[in-house]
């Protein structure tokens, strides 16, 4: 049995993980912790995931809310059939 922590563990794939997000406050740590492991039939939580687990990047916010700002405005063109 191997024990590491989250940032030891990257560029690693995981045959197995072990995994409590209950105090997880970075973003991207809990994305970053579950993109480890190979298989889910392989992953142990030791409490639930919750919506409180996931923090993005403050700037993707804001980003998001400014597409979603713009998107209504970019007009739809048609693709046309090529013959």
Do not use: C
């Amino acid at each position: 049995m191997v024990v590491k922590t989250i940032h030891r563990s990257q560029e690693l794939s995981l045959d197995e993980l072990v995994f409590d997000p209950t105090n997880i406050k970075k973003h991207g740590l809990t994305y970053t912790t579950l993109s480890h492991i190979q298989t889910k039939e392989n992953l142990f939580l030791l409490t639930f995931l919750q919506h409180e687990n996931f923090y993005a990047n403050p700037k993707a916010h804001v980003e998001m809310n400014r597409l979603k700002t713009i998107a209504t405005w970019i007009p739809l063109i048609p693709i046309k059939k090529l013959t």
